[in-house]
């Protein structure tokens, strides 16, 4: 199962196997997975034992990776059954993707806020239609923009993750400038960035090795980032760039924190220490 990192300390209920979707070249998350949805005594029975070892849970994040595809009474029902198991229950969140917020209706979503669902997690990743399209990624910008404003005048809360580099160096100015213009659009309650990291197996990791996409250095990467963060124009949204793959940790409220996040990266910017010929250490996402 995966989960953003501010779930770790969440209950995790699978309820459905991999990805509807499953075909952006950067991701490895359920490569080999067929798509399942679980049925009802399936889930039942991972709530109960869930229960068993959790029983004074707060939160559960329901897994895999666009949950909000199921059908609105399907995650009602779901929904009732965790609130019927684990009496404390505070929040249920999951992954959610544009197309699956076009296709809930507003009554839906707002179906499932008053049921119990808090928290989606949409993964913009660029702003721009030329990037996604060059990495498979299904759905639209405009379908993410509407769905996020949609989902928050229902009353669900939205975090929206950006991937710095992944328009490579050839697109990395039209990256930087449309992401921050549909982040701007999308007013989200969180927004995260994570770093481009190339995943053995991948479409992208092909295109690395061949000399078809040009991976950005780490000093490249974060002037994207700093680019991306100066576009904003935010009204009220927790950032995070605090994941591993980060070059800098980063973390702050905005606008508030804006010109302290920029001039921290300016700081990083100017001490030498950046690889401006490579991308420097990156993590292991295995």
């Known amino acids: 199962m995966f989960r953003p990192p501010a779930e770790a300390a969440s209950v995790l209920i699978r309820v459905a196997d991999?990805?509807?979707?499953?075909?952006?070249?950067?991701?490895?998350?359920y490569r080999g997975v067929p798509y399942r949805e679980h049925g009802p005594a399936e889930i039942e029975r991972a709530v109960a034992q869930a229960a068993i070892r959790q029983p004074d849970a707060r939160r559960v994040f329901l897994a895999d990776g666009d949950v909000l595809a199921l059908p609105a009474p399907t995650l009602d029902a779901i929904i009732g059954t965790l609130r019927a198991a684990f009496p404390r229950l505070a929040r249920v969140n999951c992954y959610a993707s544009g197309q699956a917020l076009a296709a809930k209706t507003d009554a839906e979503l707002a179906g499932l806020r008053?049921?119990?669902?808090?928290?989606?997690?949409?993964?913009?990743?660029?702003?721009?239609?030329?990037?996604?399209?060059?990495?498979?990624?299904?759905?639209?910008?405009?379908?993410?923009?509407?769905?996020?404003?949609?989902?928050?005048e229902a009353g669900l809360a939205v975090s929206v993750m950006v991937l710095v580099g992944l328009g490579g160096r050839d697109l990395s100015a039209v990256h930087a400038r449309e992401t921050a213009a549909a982040v701007n659009a999308m007013q989200p309650d969180l927004l995260s960035f994570l770093r481009l990291v190339p995943v053995p197996g991948t479409p992208l990791e092909r295109r690395i090795a061949?000399?078809?996409?040009?991976?950005?250095?780490?000093?490249?990467?974060?002037?994207?980032?700093?680019?991306?963060?100066?576009?904003?124009?935010?009204?009220?949204?927790?950032?995070?760039?605090?994941?591993?793959?980060?070059?800098?940790?980063?973390?702050?409220?905005?606008?508030?924190?804006?010109?302290?996040?920029?001039?921290?990266?300016?700081?990083?910017?100017?001490?030498?220490?950046?690889?401006?010929?490579?991308?420097?250490?990156?993590?292991?996402?295995?």
Request: proline content about 5%; glycine content about 10%; aromatic content about 4%.
């Open 18 to 29: 991999g990805c509807p979707h499953n075909s952006c070249a950067f991701c490895a998350m």
């Open 114 to 152: 008053r049921a119990g669902l808090h928290t989606l997690y949409l993964g913009l990743e660029s702003g721009s239609p030329q990037v996604l399209a060059n990495m498979a990624k299904a759905g639209t910008v405009e379908d993410m923009v509407r769905g996020c404003r949609r989902a928050r």
């Open 210 to 286: 061949s000399g078809r996409f040009r991976q950005l250095t780490e000093e490249e990467a974060v002037r994207e980032a700093r680019a991306i963060l100066a576009g904003l124009d935010l009204q009220r949204t927790v950032f995070r760039a605090d994941h591993g793959s980060n070059v800098l940790p980063m973390a702050g409220r905005l606008p508030r924190d804006r010109e302290a996040l920029l001039a921290e990266l300016d700081e990083l910017l100017g001490c030498g220490v950046l690889d401006a010929s490579g991308p420097g250490p990156m993590p292991s996402l295995l």
